[in-house]
């Protein structure tokens, strides 16, 4: 219980993190490689889309696929709100690529948390 409440703090900091960032009209960041920002969306919300699946409650056999779906619907519509956000922010604007690369990033990360505890679990019943 006490994992799943820090989860939802977590997930709540990082939404205000991500909110903070795109109301800067610029982000000081060196360019490293091509297509860097669609990567630093990936991550970031695949990042979210972890912290809102820990905040649910984790089943015998790990977390279920609705919990999945959930939870990377969550981050996704988070990332439509943001996205709806930057076109207020003078300097930024809304990219549909951008949201692609966010619910992209929830939905992987937040399948391979959900197969590592299903895993887990299993091994741990047979074990």
Known sequence: MLLRR?????????????FYLSNQPTLDIPSLFDNQDKAMHFVAYG???IF?????????????????????????????SDEFHQSFVPGRTPDVVDWLADT???LLAVLLIAHFSRSFNKARRLG
Do not use: F
Not at 12 to 17: G, K, R, V
Not at 72 to 78: D, F, K, M, N, V
């Open 6 to 18: 820090l989860s939802l703090v977590l997930a709540l900091a990082w939404m205000t993190w991500i």
């Open 47 to 49: 990042v979210l889309g």
């Open 52 to 80: 809102v699946l820990g905040a649910m409650p984790l089943q015998l056999i790990g977390y279920r696929s609705a919990q999945v779906w959930l939870a990377t619907s969550i981050a996704s519509l988070y990332g439509i």
């Open 104 to 106: 992209s990033g929830a």
